[in-house]
């Protein structure tokens, strides 16, 4: 299967779009999100949580506690965090 990436940049629905039946933005936004409400609801004593996964989830982890919106266009997502590239993100929940 080939992914045509550079067609992204042509999407007026960018935060809805899903490719090949995948996950739009929004959808991922709103896991992420409610992933977070879960965590601030059973760390009650604030302990440091370990949380591994892909670019996609970190970045919009990150947009969100820094209470940015999702984009609209492509070149509106911020750069991707590096493979392996540990990322500190200090939540108050």
Known sequence: MTRYWYKFSLLTHFA???????????????????????MAAQ?????????VGHAGWITAAKMIDAGQN???????????????ERQDLPFLF
Not at 43 to 51: E, G, H, R
């Open 16 to 38: 809805h779009f899903a490719s090949d039946g995948g996950e739009s933005l929004q959808q991922l936004f709103e896991r992420v999100e409610n992933w977070l409400n879960d």
């Open 43 to 51: 760390n009650s004593n604030q302990k440091p949580i370990l949380a």
């Open 70 to 84: 999702i984009p609209k266009i492509a070149a509106d997502w911020p750069a991707s965090v590096a493979y392996g």
